[in-house]
């Protein structure tokens, strides 16, 4: 009983140390965002979906790189023009978001 009582008490230590350790990740905000424009042709073409990318925002709040993840090449084409002009608060270091466009 002594041994159970005493590992749950050195758990609950390392939890506690852990989560004093442990940081969220910074929130940046977006100070201009604009939303990309839905292309004529995929409006007549009938494409819809969604486009998700993971950008990288450097610590000047400018977007240095971005990942597609999936969606048709017009809608991801949409979605590139737009975040070409985004611009995010300046932050102490570089910032990992992830967004999804929903056409």
């Known amino acids: 009983m002594r041994a159970v ?3 749950i008490a050195i758990t609950g230590l390392l939890l506690a140390f ?3 350790t442990v940081s969220a990740p910074q929130a940046r ?3 201009y965002s604009p939303s ?3 292309p ?3 409006q007549r073409l009938h494409i819809a979906g969604s486009v998700k990318v993971t950008l990288t925002v450097g610590a000047d709040g400018l977007i240095k790189d971005t990942q597609f993840h999936g969606g048709h090449p017009l809608l991801v084409e949409a979605v590139q023009k737009a975040l070409k002009e985004w611009k ?3 932050a102490s270091s570089e910032t990992e978001i992830l967004v999804e ?3």
């Open 88 to 90: 995010y608060a300046p």
């Open 36 to 38: 990309p424009i839905y």
């Open 101 to 103: 466009f929903k056409f």
């Open 29 to 31: 905000k977006a100070l």
């Open 5 to 7: 009582c005493r590992t």
């Open 40 to 42: 004529e042709l995929a």
């Open 18 to 20: 852990a989560g004093g």
